[in-house]
């Protein structure tokens, strides 16, 4: 990955935008976009839509999700300590003794998330997890009268944003799911505009996926593509305390999954694997047999349907503090998405067919 990669995907993950805020972290893929494609627009659901050959018949949209995990301020009580409520799925376990912020109108507050000290919980209290209700974020106030004048109910809070690099290429951050998803659709659509695409494609950073895919069901009815790619992340399996007999064995820096089952065109997943072989992109294969939780779905039945394929990142700890994935898969997502966009034409038919 170089310079300008790096810095984009860094950029992604330093900028907040929990579900139904993502305008701030939207402006970022707006300007990266501008760079290689004129053909950028946002819809009033929030929706960041880059496009390259927009005019040809067949269509291909690659969503990846923008929105973030994070809480919003449900209640400011007498001593100006708020009380959240929580936005996507919580393990309130990785929530205890984290750094938080509050987006509001007077720039970024800085929180901290706690309950009473170790010394003060009764032996109960000690083995119980506490509920969101249990816990305040602690913003440094006096008064309720001073947290009133810096944030207002509803105002969004994020973990505190940041990067941090490991070793063997690997990198932990909040937010890589799914920033790593919205870096991959567009480094994958800059990749086929530097290229003579035969399909239009278009790459959308969806909003609001966290609260029941709504992003990509609004972007995928605007532009009703006849083949849709969803990257999102998906669990890494390789670290203790996970059953690989139900999960499967799906390794960080292995290369990105490409999904099979009921949620997938068998021929898109195919032609994903052939390309994959072709071109040494490493890959790994993985199986969904429920309906899929990320915006597969919501393209798989959009309209008339549409030849779906789903790719996932692996990622270690998701919907936690120190998401782990590896920058190579990401880069290699990237690369067989593009190779796939650049492989069909309007001959190209991926109907369901028995060899």
Not at 71 to 89: A, Y
Not at 135 to 155: C, H, P
Not at 331 to 340: P, Q, V
Request: hydrophobic content about 45%; overall charge negative; some cysteine.
């Amino acid at each position: 990955m170089n310079e300008s990669e790096l810095g984009f995907l860094k950029t992604l993950l330093n900028t907040p935008g929990t579900s139904g805020d993502e305008a701030r972290i939207q402006n970022v893929v707006r300007e990266y976009a501008g760079k290689f494609t004129d053909d950028v627009s946002t819809d009033w659901h929030g929706n960041v839509t880059a496009a390259v050959n927009a005019d040809a018949s067949l269509r291909v949209m690659l969503a990846g999700h923008c929105d973030q995990i994070g809480f919003l301020v449900q209640h400011i009580d007498d001593m100006g300590f708020l009380r959240l409520s929580p936005v996507g799925g919580w393990d309130m376990q990785m929530l205890l003794g984290q750094k938080l912020v509050v987006w509001s109108d007077n720039g970024p507050i800085n929180g901290v998330v706690a309950r009473k000290a170790i010394h003060l919980l009764t032996d109960a209290e000690r083995k119980k997890v506490p509920e969101i209700q249990q816990l305040w974020l602690d913003i440094g106030v006096r008064d309720q009268k001073e947290a009133q004048e810096l944030v207002r109910i509803g105002d969004p809070v994020t973990l505190e944003l940041g990067f941090r690099e490991m070793r063997n290429g690997f990198a932990s951050a909040a937010g890589m799911d799914d920033r790593v998803g919205v870096w991959v659709v567009m480094d994958a659509l800059r990749q086929v505009a530097a290229a003579t695409a035969k399909a239009g494609v278009f790459a959308v950073s969806t909003v609001a996926e966290e609260i029941g895919l709504r992003g990509a069901r609004t972007a995928a009815f605007r532009i009703d593509p006849q083949i849709g790619i969803a990257v999102d992340v998906t669990h890494a399996t390789d670290c203790p305390d996970i059953d690989q007999n139900k999960f499967g064995l799906v390794k960080l820096g292995a290369g990105p999954v490409v999904f099979r089952g009921p949620n997938v065109n068998p021929h898109v997943y195919d032609r994903l694997e052939k390309l994959a072989k072709e071109n040494d992109v490493p890959f790994q294969t993985a199986a969904i047999s429920r309906a899929a939780s990320n915006d597969g779905n919501a393209l798989q039945i959009n309209r008339a349907g549409a030849a779906t394929g789903i790719i996932g990142i692996p990622n270690r700890y998701m919907h936690s503090p120190v998401e782990v994935v590896s920058l190579d898969d990401i880069k290699n997502a990237s690369r067989l998405i593009a190779l796939f966009c650049l492989s069909i034409d309007d001959d190209t038919d991926f109907t369901p067919t028995a060899n």
